[in-house]
């Protein structure tokens, strides 16, 4: 959460343009009409959320990768052992896909 975490709740609002379709911008007001909150807030709102999922799905995959590495012999692995025989390994394995 390094990027959220340099956010700050005095950080001041500053004027953007973006581009929605029609239909999209439609929905998304009538959905912030609904709750009570302006376009701005929503999308503000909606922009958060997404750094948010996107930071944690990154430290899902560092952590899956943390364990992986160093779960695998590589001294037992017949075709990882040497550099020369893990680049043979990976251009095996992309011929034959």
């Known amino acids: 959460m390094l990027k ?6 005095d ?19 009538g959905i912030a009409r609904e709750k009570g909150e302006s376009l701005s807030e929503y999308l503000r709102k909606a922009a958060m959320i997404r750094l948010l999922v996107e930071e944690n799905e990154k430290q899902d995959l560092e952590k899956i990768a943390l364990r992986a590495v160093g779960s695998v012999d590589l ?23």
């Open 75 to 97: 001294k037992k692995h017949p075709e990882w052992n040497t550099p020369k025989k893990v680049y043979d390994w990976v251009r095996k394995i992309r011929e034959e896909k």
């Open 4 to 9: 959220i975490q340099r956010l700050s709740s």
């Open 11 to 29: 950080d001041k609002s500053v004027r953007t343009q973006i581009t929605l379709t029609e239909q999209l911008k439609i929905l998304v007001e």
